[in-house]
């Protein structure tokens, strides 16, 4: 028995020495057949030609490869790689997966060129040739915490534990622009790497540096990017030749850990800070764009259908945090919903920590008091219609104490308004007495400014400067069309975007509009009385025309006092498009028949106002005498 046990144990051994060495001699083989596979797949897949000189175990487990060069058929080279070895782990080889222990590489070269709209890296964003096997997939909803797990696991398990790069280089061109990155050198060891990049574009030259630690085993990854050179700034590349912007910062951080969660989640936490962020687009604001200090600090949840950005996460911009909840969710199209609720916080943070430059129609304003601030969104895709939103900020004590520079209380008094065409001024004028066009309220006639707040804002002298079920169906409709085409304006919104701010469409100008509109309103700087003369003289009826008095005498050679119940409806309705006002007539100077339905629904409203009485509104139709001026503009007789 014992003979037999003996016999057995020195079969297994054998055997087990067998396959060892069948391995260590038969590695390079399995190497080189994993490589030729791999490859195979990406030339097939991207349209590529790779080739190497020399692949081989240099150990039982470094591998070196030698003359690794990528590129595209009658394209510059992509990539170039004197030499690179790698430490890997053996039993995950056995697996067909890469794990790599160190490397150290020499002589990497990657090029990134575009001239005449053809590049040579299109093939890494082809998508691949469909096989009904991928419809098939398509039709199964992604798991976005496996893809998470998946690709965290590639991610650590190619991040080296100890290394160094030499000789690498980075270049971007396009067209004559040319971008380079040079690392002379970078070593990684115990998981700490630290680098410096050498950065030339044309005549501007930079120094970074780059300094982090990875994990495989912890999952872990932080790094930093600041400057080094005489600015100590990194001045990002590439943003001012090709988009007339200026993106600068004195350093970046970030921070990742990937975990599983529970019920199959996995978990992302970290954070993300800038310090000393200079932003600069003519869009954004003629003046460069400050933030001293910008941080998150994240808890994401990644679900099967899901991320969900956690509320215990922190926003911090300058003094003012917050702590938003953010889910999105795909179920056919993508759903988001999202709020922040911020508790009663002093006053003085949200204005000592709003960006310089951004909003500097408030820059200088001193306050007391607290503020409380709440948002609801719920966006769903599929179905654009039910989309909720708002946004509710509240004064608790709330007064301003200094104005500053402001200038937020200029409507109470004459001032000089300057009218734009297409980013141009066309024409400036003053609003009050000295100007001999401008007329107070009483001299204006009650049908034309009840029949403009009908057309235009129903609510305004009720309201506090804003209609949520106004600016609902205009995000919605925006949504829809993939563009700012609706803003959901009250007048007061019109006001402070014509009187206070540039006239670009972004989210930049509609923040500034929203917070201006809400100091003016909340604080009473300016009576609502006031802020409709002020809208009643600069609003514009036609070409270069500019207030009630002068459309009075534009078209109908009248005071504004004078009006019709028709004169005033119309002039009602030509506001929203005072440029294309020929369109609502023939060619004979009277009014199309389509604007029948626009005259009676306003002689309703004015009817239930009680500015008219039952036998004015039977009587209003589009029926207008064009006397003035315009009437040579629509007989083409000017």
């Not at 053809?118 to 419809?135: A, G, H, I, Q, W």
């Not at 402070?496 to 006239?503: E, G, S, T, W």
Request: charged fraction near 25%.
């Amino acid at each position: 028995m014992k003979s037999w046990v003996k016999r057995v144990t020195i079969g297994l051994v054998s055997l087990l020495l067998l396959a060892a060495a069948g391995l260590f001699f038969g590695r390079g083989a399995l190497l080189r057949r994993i490589a030729g596979q791999k490859i195979g797949q990406l030339e097939q897949r991207l349209d590529l030609r790779i080739a190497y000189d020399e692949l081989r175990f240099a150990s039982f487990s470094d591998v070196e490869l030698k003359g690794l060069s990528v590129v595209p058929p009658q394209r510059d080279t992509l990539l170039r790689l004197e030499y690179l070895r790698l430490r890997l782990d053996v039993l995950p080889l056995l697996q067909r997966k890469l794990s790599v222990r160190s490397i150290d590489a020499d002589g990497l070269s990657l090029s990134f060129v575009k001239k005449h709209g053809v590049s040579n890296y299109d093939c890494l964003f082809r998508s691949p040739k469909k096989t009904v096997e991928d419809e098939a997939r398509k039709q199964v909803q992604a798991d976005y915490a496996t893809r998470v797990k998946r690709l965290a696991d590639v991610v650590f398990r190619l991040l080296p534990e100890n290394g160094g790069f030499n000789r690498v280089r980075i270049i971007g061109q396009r067209d004559s622009l040319v971008t380079s990155f040079d690392i002379p050198s970078m070593k990684i060891a115990d998981n700490r790497f630290q680098a410096d990049i050498r950065v030339t574009e044309g005549n501007e030259k930079g120094c970074w540096n780059v300094s982090g630690f990875l994990a495989h085993r912890e999952r872990l990854m932080k790094g930093k990017l600041s400057g080094c050179g005489a600015t100590g700034r990194v001045l990002l590349p590439y943003i001012g030749p090709h988009y007339q912007a200026t993106v600068a910062f004195d350093s970046i951080a970030f921070s990742l850990e990937e975990h599983p969660g529970q019920s199959g989640q996995r978990m992302l936490e970290g954070s993300a800070s800038v310090a000393g962020l200079e932003i600069f687009h003519q869009a954004l604001s003629p003046d460069t764009i400050l933030l001293n200090r910008g941080q998150l600090d994240y808890t994401v949840c990644v679900e099967k259908q899901a991320f969900v950005l956690d509320s215990l996460s922190e926003v911090t911009v300058n003094e003012l945090q917050f702590h938003p909840y953010v889910r999105l969710e795909k179920n056919g199209r993508w759903h988001l919903t999202a709020s922040i609720h911020k508790e009663p916080f002093p006053s003085s943070q949200l204005f000592a920590s709003l960006p310089a430059g951004l909003f500097h129609h408030v820059h200088g304003l001193r306050t007391t008091g607290n503020l409380k601030y709440d948002l609801r969104v719920d966006i769903d895709w599929n179905c654009l219609d039910s989309l909720r939103f708002s946004s509710d900020l509240v004064g608790q004590g709330f007064r301003i104490t200094d104005y500053g520079n402001t200038g937020l209380g200029r409507m109470n008094e004459e001032f000089e308004y300057t009218a734009y065409e297409h980013d141009m001024p066309v024409r400036t004028f003053a609003i009050g007495p000295s100007n001999p066009n401008f007329r107070s309220l009483e001299r204006i006639s009650p049908l034309l400014q009840m029949a403009i707040l009908q057309s235009e804002d129903g609510g305004f002298f009720y309201h506090q400067g804003f209609l949520p079920g106004a600016i609902q169906e205009a995000l919605a409709y925006d949504l829809q069309v993939g563009r700012f085409a609706r803003g959901g304006s009250t007048i007061s919104m019109q006001l402070v975007k014509n009187i206070f701010l540039n006239r670009h469409k972004n989210i930049a100008r509609k923040l500034e509009e929203a917070l201006l509109v809400w100091l003016i309103e909340n604080q009473r700087i300016t009576s609502k009385e006031r802020m409709y003369e002020v809208y009643l003289n600069i609003v514009e009826w036609g070409p270069l025309v500019y207030g009630a008095c002068e459309a009075s005498r534009f078209y109908f050679d009248k005071e504004p006092s004078d009006l019709t119940v028709n004169e005033a409806i119309f002039l009602a309705s030509i506001i929203p498009k005072p440029k294309h006002f020929r369109s609502v007539f023939n060619p004979d100077a009277t009014l199309k028949e389509n604007q029948v339905g626009y005259f009676q629904l306003l002689a309703k409203r004015l009817l239930v106002k009680g500015v008219i009485t039952a036998e004015q509104a039977e009587a209003v139709a589009p029926v207008i005498d064009v006397k003035g001026p315009a009437r040579a503009y629509l007989l083409n007789e000017e």
